[in-house]
Structures are given as C-alpha cells and as structure tokens.
C-alpha cells in the first residue's frame, strides 16, 4: 500500500502569508494527487486534482504542483476562512490513501 | 447540483450493525463508483472501499473485509454502506463521496455512526 506522509502536521500563519504544505508519497505516483479542504464538522472539499488543477469554484490563491513522491499545496494569500485541516489523497493504486492532515491555524 | 444526502446518526451496541444511506442527486448515478470514507473523532481519512453503481462490483479496503457490504438501488440512486460486528472503534463520522476519475467530490454530510453499550 501507499503511504502518504504531510508535513508539517500543524501550522500558524497569518492573514496575507504565503503557506505551503507537503506531500510525500512512498513510491513514485506520477501526478495522480489530490487536495482537499475539511472545516470543522464539515465534510472535506476538493481543492485541487491530478496534483495542479484548479477545481471550478475554488480561489485563485490555492494551487498545487509536484509529480513523482513529492507535492505540494501553496496558498498564496492567506485569508481567514483558510482557517482548516487540508488533506492529500492518492489515486494511483488501490486502496486509496489519504494524508494524516495539517492544520492550519490563522 | 451534484449533492450527496447521507441518513441520519445512529447509536448502535456493540456486535450489532449499521447501515448507512447515501442518495445522490444531480447526476447520473450510475455513471460514476460511490465510495466511502470514515473518519474517527479527531483523526485523519480512512477510506473503506468503492462501488459500481451500474454493475455492482465492489472492492473493500482489507481491514473491512468481511465486515462491511457496499449495495446500492439504482431506482432511487441511492447507495448504501452495511458494517457488521461494530466494536467501539468504528465510532466514527462515515461518508460517502462520488468518485471521479481519481479524487471524491462531491462528499455527502457524514453520518455519525457511535458504537456504545
């Protein structure tokens, strides 16, 4: 199975900050990754898929990159609603997987 | 839209089973594999396994093998995720996501599934 590791685990920036948050996987997956935001008892959103598409709906200000084991999310200016824990996920092969999540903290 | 409605939460004792509703709307239901994922108070994404709407197959991630049934009835597109012998541990929010060409969107509600004697 693949493991997906994030780092860091936890954050704390402020409104205006550029963050990024990275995704390492334990083989090479090409770009079949993808992001996802989770608020608080709500249910997780997609953010971006196949590593750097935007998904339609979405700010601006989020985007990914990366191929192979390593990737990453960019939030390019921090708002206040950013506040959450985001998630990477693996589709390159089953099971799918997910990362253990970071929390970021505005 | 595309939206996923999940059933209700659900107290259960341990032994017993649980089953979890998921109509979608706004789609083709049988165009696109249901999967599911939980997650446990406090804690990351656990995905549990993927059905086909339109033929039934089914792959379930192994800790759930034997435990949990995936189903589904096309004539209200509404899917359906069955888990057996709970024990404490699979007290956890329990989703439903469509699954498109690798990434879950959308995701139901979540469905609190709580496990307690």
């Known amino acids: 199975d693949i493991q997906m590791t994030q780092s860091p685990s936890s954050l704390s920036a402020s409104v205006g900050d550029r963050v990024t948050i990275n995704c390492r996987a334990s083989?090479?997956?090409?770009?079949?990754v993808h992001w996802y935001q989770q608020k608080p008892g709500k249910a997780p959103k997609l953010l971006i898929y196949?590593?750097?598409s935007l998904q339609s709906g979405v700010p601006s200000r989020f985007s990914g990159s990366g191929s192979g084991k390593d990737f990453t999310l960019t939030i390019s200016s921090l708002q206040p609603e950013d506040s959450a824990t985001y998630y990477c996920?693996?589709?390159?092969?089953?099971?799918?997987?997910f990362g253990q999540g970071t929390k970021l903290e505005i | 839209q595309v939206q996923l409605v999940q059933s209700g939460a659900e107290v259960k004792k341990p032994g017993a089973s649980v089953k979890v509703s998921c109509k979608a709307s706004?789609?083709?239901?049988?165009?696109?594999?249901i999967n599911w994922v939980r997650q446990a108070t406090g804690q990351g994404l656990e995905w549990m396994g993927w059905?086909?709407?339109?033929?039934?197959?089914?792959g379930y991630a192994q800790k759930f093998q034997g435990r949990v049934t995936m189903t589904r009835d096309n004539s209200i597109s509404t899917a359906y995720m069955e888990l057996s012998s709970l024990r404490s541990e699979d007290t956890a929010v329990y989703y439903c996501?469509?699954?498109?060409?690798?990434?879950?969107?959308?995701w139901g509600q979540g469905t609190l599934v709580t496990v307690s004697s």
């Open positions: 706004g789609y083709s239901f049988t165009s696109y594999n």
């Open positions: 996920q693996q589709s390159y092969s089953t099971p799918d997987s």
């Open positions: 059905m086909n709407p339109n033929s039934g197959d089914t």
């Open positions: 996501a469509r699954y498109d060409s690798g990434w879950f969107d959308p």
């Open positions: 083989q090479s997956i090409s770009t079949y």
């Open positions: 196949a590593a750097s």
